[in-house]
């Protein structure tokens, strides 16, 4: 009977203890999330505030503080038996029970967040057949104003956690951005945020943000508009799944540049049918590309082009082309699905042989042509070695990354898995040059719109409002140059 009685107490011990054990380890976890999760500025603060702690510990100024404040309490007998403890042991309690209370402090928001997405979750009234709702199980910080929080659906499916969604934001008090489905079946993540990014921008919204030669908008993101100059990049990679807006950025690039730097020559390789760039074809400098053949011979022009540059440059001893002095344009190589053209590697012989050419043709581009203003834009759904070469990878600083799939496919375009994180939100991408990332909503553009801005170019081209340098690379005869590269040999032969 004794024992009978004595052992639930224990157990109840042991419960107790693991339970505040995992409290302590959760606190911990949360606040360790949340401190990475915080600003430079705010870690900075927090960290000043242990060596805040340390310059008391040796001048015991609060101990004189809380003489000063309350004689009656702490005599000066007590503030000379304090100082008379060693450094170390004054600094350890102080700075540890700081560090208690700044743990409660940073675990205590993302746990009380965790418990309002149950409470929420249950208020909207979603349970399973059981009568069991769904649960929160795990919360990530994903920018200082967005966290992804993991739930345990119970079964119940995702079409009624949407149709309840204005609900759950009235529970939880954050912007519901987006729940999809998690890694494993019975997960859903749920994405809060506290600012919200646009669903939708228009390109005809931000494209004046972008009126500098070269110059060209990545997106919005919390009401700033994100731009980049391809001439300081010089070259960009542009990747993520299928379906998320590669495409659609590429186009409304392409179109921002063609708008503010009037003598560019772009040469779009688009192994889909071509279908993507269609909207451009009847823009006097655009060469819209559909066959690998025909991309080779494209690709062995700029390459060739490219050392007349560089022999511009000895000659006239520039560093680099200045499109007005030299007489020479701008170029863009944009290739959208590249993967296509280097996957070809792996199937019939002509087409290795023309893969491997284009290949080594692009890497020669991405690492030679800074100097040379000629500009590789790559989009792609896969980055594998074998679909993107890593000396390509190494070379492309600029980066543009939508959702995709995998941490790893991630951590390949980006270095993290912030892509990963990403909402399934076409548009919704990452943009990272060198260290600096940013979440941002693309820019969108219609076909249509796209179709009467080039009739407008190609009218001010006509005209001679818009003057190029030189003609189309692709119009110049290679056997009439002295080329001496090994691929224009092929050619001639
Ligand atoms: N910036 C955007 N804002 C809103 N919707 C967009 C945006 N970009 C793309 N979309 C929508 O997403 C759809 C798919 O876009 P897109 O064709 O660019 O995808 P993709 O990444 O190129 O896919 P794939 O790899 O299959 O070619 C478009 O039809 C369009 O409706
Ligand atoms: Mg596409």
Request: hydrophobic residues 40%.
């Amino acid at each position: 009977m004794g024992k009978e009685k004595t052992k639930p107490g224990i157990e109840r011990l042991i419960e107790n203890v693991c339970s505040f054990l995992k409290a302590i380890y959760c606190y911990l976890i949360h606040a360790g999330r949340k401190f990475s999760s915080l600003s430079a500025h705010s870690k900075i603060n927090i960290l000043g505030l242990f060596v805040l702690l340390y310059i008391l510990s040796v001048t015991n100024f609060h101990f004189w503080m809380m003489h000063k404040a309350w004689p009656m309490l702490f005599s000066q007998q007590f503030v000379r038996n304090m100082g008379m403890i060693s450094l170390p042991v004054k600094y350890l309690l102080l700075s540890g029970f700081t560090l208690l209370l700044v743990v409660k402090f940073l675990g205590w928001s993302n746990i009380s967040k965790m418990k309002a997405v149950t409470k929420g979750l249950k208020l909207a009234g979603l349970k399973n057949a059981g009568g069991i709702g769904p649960r929160a199980t795990d919360i990530v910080n994903l920018s200082p104003y967005r966290q992804k929080v993991s739930i345990d659906s119970e079964g119940v499916p995702l079409e009624e956690f949407e149709r309840k969604k204005n609900f759950i934001r009235s529970c939880v008090n954050s912007q519901v951005e987006a729940i999809i489905e998690g890694d494993e079946p019975k997960y859903l993540d749920l994405y809060l945020t506290n600012k919200l990014l646009p669903k939708r921008v228009s390109y005809g919204e931000v494209c004046s943000h972008a009126l500098k030669p070269g110059q060209f908008v990545i997106g919005k993101n919390y009401g700033q508009v994100i731009t980049q100059n391809l001439f300081d990049l010089p070259h960009m990679l542009v990747a993520g799944s299928t379906g998320m807006g590669k495409s659609y950025f590429l186009r409304q690039m392409l179109l921002n540049l063609l708008e503010n730097t009037p003598d560019l020559q772009v040469y779009a390789l688009d192994f889909k049918e071509g279908i993507s760039m269609k909207p451009f074809r009847s823009h006097p400098r655009v060469r819209v590309i559909k066959d690998v053949t025909h991309a080779i011979t494209i690709l062995e022009k700029i390459e060739s082009e490219m050392k007349k540059r560089f022999k511009i440059l000895e000659e006239t001893d520039a560093d680099v082309i200045d499109p007005k002095v030299h007489k020479r344009d701008p170029i863009l190589v944009l290739i959208d699905e590249c993967s296509m053209l280097y996957s070809l590697v792996a199937r019939g012989k002509s087409e290795k042989e023309s893969a491997l050419k284009a290949t080594q043709i692009t890497d020669n581009i991405a690492k030679l042509s800074r100097a040379a203003r000629i500009h590789l834009v790559l989009g792609t759904q896969k980055i594998t070695k074998e679909t993107v070469s890593t000396h390509i990878q190494e070379n492309i600083e600029g980066r543009v990354c939508f959702k995709v799939t995998s941490i790893q496919g991630s951590a390949l375009v980006i270095g993290n898995k912030a892509a990963k994180d990403l909402p399934k939100i076409p548009g919704r991408a990452i943009s990272k040059v060198s260290v600096d990332q940013e979440e941002v909503q693309t820019p969108f553009i219609t076909t249509e719109e796209i179709k009467q801005r080039v009739a407008r170019l190609k009218e001010d081209l006509d005209k001679g409002k818009r003057k190029p340098n030189q003609e189309m690379v692709s119009e110049v005869k290679l056997r009439k140059e002295k080329v001496e590269d090994k691929f224009a040999e092929v050619v001639k032969t």
